[in-house]
């Protein structure tokens, strides 16, 4: 069952869904030190202090050591106009932000989902991780617009984390349990990890 994470939140598990990421970003963290893997669903306004926070608190999760990182969602258009944090824009800027966040020096991969939501006004895709339990291989799909929709929820006994920022402090809120909400896909793209695109 995957965890769903809505925006600010993050967790890790064996299987996560990221439901209508628009102007979103999908961070994906994998370790060979834990089976699972660790996401975040980050939102243009998320600063480098929260990816800092959240960064540390994620890599710890994974045993202390990240060995890939993937971006899915709204990565090439993140501009200095619609970023509120000059440290996350495209390219160089957030790439040593999320370098010193995850402590990770290796390639950053990501996909642009962002013409997708922008040719179906007001839905973003759904994007769906998974490692499988024989292999332990990596699997990243998403679903456009009008292929997924999500069900009413379900008291489950994942757990999840929030960001949250105010008075320039940034707060790790405790663990909650969360209903899980199924998110069904009707259709689905698998990225090829091999030929993603590097940040």
């Known amino acids: 069952m995957p965890d769903y994470l809505n925006e600010d939140h993050f967790s890790v598990g064996s299987a996560l869904t990221f439901p209508n990421v628009q102007s979103c970003m999908a961070v994906i963290a994998t370790s060979t030190l834990h089976q699972g893997m660790a996401g975040f669903h980050a939102t243009l306004l998320t600063t480098a202090d929260e990816f800092m926070s959240v960064g540390r608190r994620m890599t710890g999760m994974l045993g202390g050591r990240i060995d890939r990182l993937f971006l899915v969602g709204n990565v090439a258009k993140r501009s200095v106009a619609d970023a509120g944090d000059p440290r996350t824009v495209f390219g160089a800027p957030l790439r040593s932000t999320l370098r ?93 990890l091999a030929k993603l695109k590097h940040l």
């Open 100 to 192: 010193e966040a995850f402590g990770y020096r290796g390639r950053i991969t990501y996909e642009d989902t962002d013409a997708y939501r922008r040719s179906a006004a007001g839905s973003g895709v759904a994007v769906r991780t998974s490692r499988g339990a024989a292999n332990n291989q990596l699997r990243i799909v998403y679903a456009l617009p009008g292929a997924w929709n999500t069900g009413a929820g379900v008291p489950c006994s994942q757990f999840q984390f929030r960001v949250q920022s105010g008075n320039g402090a940034v707060r790790i809120l405790p663990p909650r349990a969360v209903l899980h909400v199924e998110c069904a896909m009707t259709a689905v793209t698998e990225l090829n």
